[in-house]
Each structure stands twice: as structure tokens, then as C-alpha cells.
């Protein structure tokens, strides 16, 4: 993760709880201080120094970063093993024509005190329309937040962008701030971006989630558990098990894994290969057997579609045919993917029931060399006397690249099988591994031939609508050289645009399930992107060292979302420490 670096902020503002953000930073202290049997060592959601815990930031320091909600709380949680949103700062919602209705959970309260209140929703959302946050964009999609009544916040939708989706993933993502100190920050700033985002937010800022930010450096970050918590009323008075949560810092996968099997971390985002073999280190993921993780998502190679010949959809059914699914499994993902069906829809969990697998029978691929050669065949291709795939025209195809961050090794692993696949079709093809800025840059302005990335990484109320959108909407189409931040091979099809724009509106359970097959078909014939293997939102594992009873496979109480993200931070009440 790239952390912005920020200049200090520059007028300290007038309020206690607000000059706090110009303190000099708390300072480190050793880690014996730290009783083992009331510290939770987390590792591999951040991997700079922290800067600054500014909710408003695009790429804030953890906690703050993400879904992550121990210090900021959202109005609902998304729960990964239901697929539903259970509630946080909020009760209830109920979804009527192009309004969404939120009632709020009256025990809410901020670290100071003070009432969680429907002012509180609508300003938090009102900032996102002021200022160009991340989550600016949300404004394409709503009219007005309003607060009707001491308890209630309305959500009111474009109707000429009426998408009910996108607005639960609101409710689930956007953190919640009090109205009385943001603010102030904003008057204090005049509502000058860079000067809010200046200021870092890094001693005790007023919040609503159960840990606060203790002590921070460049090595780690310390959050203490907050004996006040509000929420704790919904486990019957009792606090979460941690009293302190450490994030460390490490420089590469290499030392976060080291550290996992030294007990020095208790629980891990980090890729670890093999794990199954780390039992003797007490280590372990969500599932003691194939795939060990929960799929969450679906890395893919982007296409350069506007180029010949990946604008040819023969071509690219191909390409599809010929991915070794089963190699990458073993050799690039260490069986942590199920195999690899057809379309861009997750066949298990609460996606499922959008699968169709008689559509996939019947329009799917799977790896088989004899027949993507012979789909180039009948498609007019060639092969020269070396074997060497020639283009329709008779020219030879020119050598062609497949991109990633350098050093992202299961990527990496991912690619170098794709490329020998690749090969078996006569096509010279090369792995390009490239520094991340490279990356970002290429795969934003279309300048690639095949390009890695997982879009729509994380799970919300909108997914598998979600995933579709990000690889199939040509709305946000630019021409090439142009900075677009999903759909980046610019793909285009009228009928999946409109049923893109149709799912969100649909409230009949069986007319979305025919139009989500219906979107599929799409994708299985036209293969806007590669997907490549099946890999969970964040992987999780964790060490039994010191802390036992974490969520799993076999005691499901909460989702594998790594105690902090989502709904998995309830897991927090139920962990407990071992005794020595």
C-alpha cells in the first residue's frame, strides 16, 4: 500500500479534542509493555509507516483505511457467509421506490458521549458532495440524506440513476463522523481539501467504534480497547478480548510470514504459500482442506480490446481455452482457489444461486489446446511452417506482453503459466513485471496488451452486480491514454450496458436470476477478461499461540473477514487468550 505523504497541518483548530491533530506524535514504547495475553498482533494491512488516520483521505493509515471498522463505524456490516448487512451504528433499513430508510440504533454513542444522531449520517454524507473524497462519486446516485426525525436518516436516490445497490454499499463502507468536530475542521480549512487533509486525526479523535489510536511509529501502530464502547451492549456488557491491538510494520511478505511462525503475529492478510504444512507453527486459515480460504473474488487479465487481434471475440475465446486453470492452481495460488468455472460469477456462497452451470455446458470454456486451435482455425488463422500464429491478414502476430506489479509473486506464478499456455497456441508471448506506479498507470490508460488486476477486490451488498459493472460498463468508456478506473480494456456491448443498468432497479428475486444469466451468457461468449483463479477478499490466517477460538469453517460464528473488517469485527468478543 502507497501512504500519501502529508504536510502538517497548518492553523491548530480551536477546540480541545481538535488540536489534538497537532500534538506531537505519541511517541513508541518497547513491546513488553504490552501484557501478550491482552494484545492481539495483526499484520499485512498496511505496509508504510502511518502519516496520517484522516477518514478523509484516499489512502489513510490503518485503521482507518479500508473497511475497517474499529475506530469508525458505518451504519451496517456486510457479513461475507451470508452475503447479508447486519446492523452497526443502524437497526434497520427499508428500501421503498427511490428512497432508503435508516433507523438507527438509539444506544449509539461517540467516545465523548454524545448521541450517534441522524445529523451525524447526513453531514458525514453531505462532506463526500462538498469535497473530492473518494466516495465523491456516491453523489452520481443519491438526491439528498436528510435527517427526518430524532431517530431516522431518509436516503433519497436519482431516479435517473436509480441504483438501490450502490446505495447499500454506502451504508456499509462510509464511515460515520460527528458532525460537531468535522465541522469545524472544514470551516476552520474553508473547505480547502489539501488543508483538510493535512490534518492527521492521530490522538484520540472522537469516534464511534470500540478501539482508539493509543500509540503509533514507523514501526507499528497500537490501538487500546475503549472500556466505554457503546456497542459492548450487544454482547451482553462485555468488552472485546483484546485490550490492545498492534498492527506491525515489515518490509515484504517474507518477514509478515516469518513473523507469523515465530507467534509474533496472531493474525495475518498476508499470502503465505503452503499453508497447510504450518500446523507445527499452530497456523491455520478459514478451512483445514482445499482452499483453505473463502473466495471472495476474481483476479483477471484485463484485454486490450481495441487492438487487434483481441477485438476479435474468436480470438479471445481462444485465449480462454487455452489457460491451464488447474496449473495455476497448484503452482501460482498453492490450492488456495476451487477449479475455475466459466463466467464471471462465483459458483458457491450467496453468488450461487445466479450460477447456472447448464449455461456454462453451453457456453463455457475450459482448458483445451485442441480446441482453441481449432476456434483460431475455422476463424481464419494461420500457422506458419514454425508453428508461429499468424494473423487473418497473413502477417505474423507481433509478440505480445502480460503485465503485473513486480515483486506480487503469486501473480506472478499466475502469468508465467498463461504465457506457456500461450505459447502452445503459437503466440510469442512475454511476462512483463513492472514496478506498482507503471502498473497503476498502464492499466488506467488502456496502454496494454493483457494486464492483471482484480477489480472489485473487496464483497458488498452489490456484488456480483458489482464485478459485471466494473468489466462490462462502457458509461465510463475514455479513449485510450485517458485515466478511467474500471473497464479498462474498454470493452462495449449495448444489451450487457442495459442489463447493467437494469439489475438494481429489479425487487422480483426471479427476474434478477434471469437477468444475471442472461449477463453471463454475455460474458461467457465475448470474454471481456480472463479470469484466472477463484482468491479470498484478504486472506486470512491466524496463529493459536496465544489466542485461540477464532472464526472458521468449522465454528462459522463469524465471517473470515479478519476481525476487523465488516461484520467479522464481532468475532473480537469471542477470541480468547490461551492459558500459559
Not at 462532506?127 to 436518516?153: E, G
Not at 474553508?190 to 484520540?204: F, G, M, R, V
Request: hydrophobic share 35%; charged share 20%; proline share 7%.
Amino acid at each position: 500500500m502507497t501512504i500519501k505523504s502529508l504536510i502538517l497541518f497548518s492553523v491548530c483548530l480551536g477546540t480541545g479534542v481538535l488540536l489534538s491533530g497537532c500534538q506531537e506524535q505519541p511517541g513508541t514504547s518497547s513491546q513488553e509493555e504490552y501484557p501478550r495475553s491482552q494484545t492481539l498482533y495483526v499484520g499485512g494491512f498496511d505496509w508504510a509507516p502511518p502519516s496520517s488516520f484522516n477518514p478523509l483521505a484516499g489512502d489513510p493509515s490503518w485503521p482507518i483505511d479500508g473497511n475497517i471498522k474499529l475506530i469508525y463505524e458505518s451504519l451496517f456490516a456486510y457479513d461475507q457467509n451470508s452475503g447479508n448487512l447486519e446492523p452497526m451504528l443502524a437497526k434497520s433499513y427499508r428500501i421503498q421506490d427511490n428512497t432508503i430508510e435508516v433507523q438507527l440504533d438509539e444506544r449509539a454513542r461517540w467516545s465523548n458521549g454524545t448521541p450517534v444522531t441522524p445529523q451525524d449520517v447526513a453531514y458525514s454524507f453531505l462532506i463526500d458532495s462538498l469535497l473530492p473524497t473518494p466516495r465523491h462519486s456516491n453523489w452520481n446516485f443519491l438526491s439528498s440524506v436528510l435527517a427526518i426525525d430524532s431517530n431516522r436518516v431518509l436516503f433519497s436516490l436519482r431516479k435517473e440513476q436509480l441504483n438501490p445497490l450502490i446505495v447499500l454499499d454506502m451504508l456499509s463502507e462510509v464511515s460515520i463522523l460527528p458532525q460537531a468536530v468535522w465541522s469545524k475542521i472544514l470551516e476552520s480549512s474553508k473547505n480547502n481539501y489539501d488543508s483538510i487533509l493535512a490534518y492527521k486525526n492521530d490522538s484520540l479523535p472522537v469516534a464511534s467504534g470500540p478501539y482508539s489510536i493509543h500509540k503509533y511509529s514507523p514501526e507499528r501502530i497500537v490501538l487500546e480497547r475503549r472500556s466505554d464502547y457503546w456497542g459492548n451492549a450487544k454482547h451482553q456488557g462485555k468488552q472485546p478480548a483484546p485490550t490492545f491491538i498492534i498492527h506491525s510494520l515489515y518490509k515484504d511478505n517474507s518477514e509478515f510470514n516469518q513473523a507469523m511462525s515465530e507467534g509474533k503475529l496472531d493474525l495475518s492478510s498476508i499470502f503465505l504459500p503452503r499453508i497447510w504444512t504450518k500446523a507445527p507453527d499452530s497456523i491455520r486459515g478459514w478451512s483445514l482442506k482445499e482452499p483453505y480460504h473463502l473466495p471472495g473474488s476474481i483476479p483477471t487479465l484485463f484485454i486490450g480490446l481495441t487492438q487487434e487481434p483481441f477485438n476479435d471475440v474468436a480470438f479471445r475465446r481462444a485465449l480462454a481455452h487455452s489457460v491451464n486453470f488447474e496449473k495455476i492452481k497448484l503452482l501460482a495460488v498453492s490450492n488456495y482457489t476451487p477449479a475455475v468455472r466459466p463466467g464471471f460469477i462465483l459458483p458457491f456462497g450467496s453468488e450461487s444461486k445466479y450460477y447456472s452451470q447448464a449455461d456454462a455446458d453451453s457456453f463455457g470454456y475450459s482448458f483445451d489446446i485442441e480446441a482453441a486451435r481449432k476456434i483460431l482455425a475455422d476463424a481464419g488463422y494461420k500457422w506458419d511452417t514454425q508453428d508461429r500464429l499468424l494473423l487473418k491478414s497473413g502477417k505474423p502476430l507481433r509478440s505480445i506482453s502480460l503485465e503485473c506489479p513486480k515483486g506480487w509473486t503469486d501473480w506472478e506464478d499466475a502469468i508465467k503459466v498463461v504465457v506457456e499456455s500461450f505459447r502452445q497456441l503459437g503466440i510469442d508471448a512475454a511476462p512483463s513485471f513492472v514496478e506498482y506506479p507503471v502498473w497503476d498507470k498502464n492499466v488506467k490508460q488502456g496502454t496494454f496488451d493483457l494486464i492483471m488486476k482484480t477489480q472489485t477486490a473487496d464483497l458488498f451488498p452489490s456484488t456480483p452486480w458489482k464485478r459485471f459493472e466494473q468489466v462490462m460498463s462502457s458509461t465510463g468508456n475514455k479513449p485510450l491514454g485517458e485515466d478511467v478506473f474500471s473497464n479498462f480494456g474498454r470493452y462495449k456491448n449495448a444489451r450487457a450496458d442495459q442489463l447493467l443498468n437494469t439489475i438494481p432497479r429489479l425487487t422480483e428475486e426471479t427476474k434478477s436470476l434471469e437477468a444475471y444469466r442472461e449477463l453471463n451468457q454475455i460474458f461467457m461468449k465475448e470474454i471481456p477478461v480472463l479470469p484466472l483463479m477463484y482468491r479470498p477478499t484478504q486472506f486470512y490466517q491466524f496463529s493459536t499461540k496465544h489466542w485461540n477460538n477464532f472464526p472458521t469453517q468449522e465454528n462459522p460464528y463469524a465471517s473470515p473477514q479478519n476481525l476487523m473488517i465488516g461484520a467479522g469485527v464481532k468475532a473480537l468478543w469471542s477470541i480468547n487468550p490461551v492459558e500459559k
